[in-house]
């Protein structure tokens, strides 16, 4: 726990987009559902769906999961491109089935900003300027939630969520000529709570066949900012200047439904509706950039060859993939920011246990070289491990 909170301080994307807002909105869930492309309907009873807190009720094993990305982008704009390579901490969970009721807490960053962008004119004749702009941070959540079973197959659930996070940013400046340079920092520190209910049913639609649906719906909030702006020129303080304000985290609305066979197939969609948020702090504001309301379009399943295969380890391999399609919610020069991927991954079964190695890989495109904007082709490689085990075993014998 002490890495992560380390990792949360640590730059977690490489997008110039993460600039507005609160930064890049990252994946809130677990590599499996994320290979999925994020499609999480199924009642899984060893795997944790932070998704949708009515889930816990199913877990059946005491589940510990941990995950991060490598993620490398190629970012290009109409005339130059560039790369950019991070490492970050996904999430740290745990579930703990007690009956008919589970519960289900963790820690998981939300958003993140990562940017470092360089316009060098130094060689050039005097009176050029030179500017850099830089950004780390973001807003992580840590959350309680519970699941319980109300009758078959059906179960609700709610948790609680403390978001919290600091963002800072510093803008460099420097004229050729000039022994000095201006500099200009903000720091922001966010807090806020905001809940999310949920709900989940399945039935057999034939011996085999199940149906499965999954119903989400995530309530805004406002979160307070606290915020410090210090202008400088080198070690000589110029200026500073506090502001708080309050910023609209948007509700969110999400309904998925599949078809498959337990522990054998699954194909599922899920969208997702988000409204409108007010990010708008005291440091990114700009004529050129407005807000809307966001959405995301996702398909995806599994496929287990043989769960119970002693024979061949590989037909115990879970398969996933999914393809996703997001308007993030940024509009920047009139143009609306998309996202579009594909998803790949596979679990692999510890010999003996339930636990699991996990391992997808995601490919994608957000933005475009259009408006004078900037497109990033991203791949993304996750690794997370999953532990299970049997608490709270009755004993028979003293």
């Known amino acids: ?25 990252k994946f809130n869930g677990t590599l499996e559902n ?37 993620a490398t982008s190629k970012l290009k704009n109409e005339t130059e491109t560039s790369k950019a390579q991070r490492s970050t901490f996904d999430y740290l969970l745990v579930g703990i089935p007690m009956g008919k009721l589970g519960v289900g807490f963790g820690l998981i960053p939300t958003t993140s900003v990562g940017y470092k962008i360089k316009n060098d004119n130094s060689a050039g004749p005097e009176g050029s300027r030179s500017s850099q702009f830089e950004g780390s941070g973001g807003l992580n959540k840590v959350f309680f939630g519970a699941g ?23 803008s460099i400046e420097a004229i050729t000529g000039i022994p000095v340079s201006t500099v200009e920092t ?66 969110r609305f999400t309904v998925g439904a599949g078809l498959g066979e337990a522990r054998k197939w699954l194909i599922g969609t899920s969208v997702a509706f988000q409204g409108k948020g007010e990010y708008e702090n005291y440091y990114n504001t700009s004529d050129d950039v407005r807000y809307e309301k966001s959405s995301k379009y996702a398909i995806g399943g599994y496929y287990i060859p043989n769960y119970t295969s002693f024979s061949s380890y590989f037909k115990r391999i879970t398969y996933r993939a999914g393809f996703k399609y997001e308007k993030i919610g940024l509009v920047v020069n009139s143009e609306s920011i998309k996202d579009v991927g594909v998803s790949l991954g596979a679990g692999f079964p510890v010999t003996g246990q339930f636990s699991n190695v996990n391992f997808g890989i995601e490919f994608g495109k957000k933005g475009t070289v259009t408006a004078n904007l900037i497109q990033e082709n991203y791949i993304n490689f996750s690794l997370s491990f999953s532990f299970n085990d049997k608490w709270f075993v009755k004993s028979k014998f003293n």
């Open 186 to 251: 903000n720091v922001t520190t966010l807090s806020g709570i905001n809940f999310n209910l949920g709900t989940m049913y399945q039935r057999k639609i034939d011996t085999k066949l199940n149906l499965y649906t999954s119903l989400n719906y995530t309530f805004g909030t406002t979160l307070k900012s606290e915020n410090t702006r210090l202008i400088r020129t080198d070690l000589e303080v110029d200026d500073q200047v506090t502001d708080n304000r309050d910023l609209e985290l948007p509700s």
């Open 1 to 25: 726990m002490l890495i992560s909170f380390v990792s949360f301080a640590q730059q977690g994307t490489s997008s110039p987009y993460s600039f507005y807002g609160l930064g890049d909105v």
């Open 34 to 70: 994320r290979s999925m492309a994020g499609v999480s309907v199924e009642q899984d009873s060893i795997h944790i769906n932070v998704n949708n807190p009515a889930s816990y009720a199913s877990l059946r094993q005491t589940t510990f999961t941990v995950g991060g990305t490598f």
């Open 148 to 170: 319980y079973e109300i009758k078959k197959n059906w179960t609700i659930g709610a948790d609680v969520q403390y978001n919290f996070g600091r963002i800072e940013t510093n």
